[in-house]
């Protein structure tokens, strides 16, 4: 469970870089040079989800809470934005949801 964790973990990062990437780029902070990382970034994130070891319908639900998790870390770590109690509380009741359904996994 905690390789596909990692997995998840990783492909999260790769699809955030490369939309914060494009968000750079609209906002002026940087020149079009970063669409290319962009767009390699989400190439990754787009083989990584086929990386996965279930149907893609569970790996999509799975993957939504975790990507939502990590993008409360992006926003505490990248962002400097403080997290609230809502967005703690929310997180953990995802990270639940999301082991729950990486666990049901092994029954199936």
Known sequence: MVKVILLFLV???AEITGCYFVYLWIK???SAWILVLAAI?????TWLLTLH????GRIYATYGG???ITSLVWLRLVDH????AFDLIGAS???VGSLIII??????
């Open 28 to 30: 002026h902070i940087t």
């Open 11 to 13: 492909t999260a990062l």
């Open 81 to 84: 934005v403080k997290l609230t």
């Open 41 to 45: 970034s989400l190439m990754i994130f």
């Open 53 to 56: 070891p279930e149907a893609s």
């Open 103 to 108: 666990t049901g996994w092994r029954s199936v």
């Open 66 to 68: 975790i990507y939502i």
């Open 93 to 95: 009741m995802i990270l």
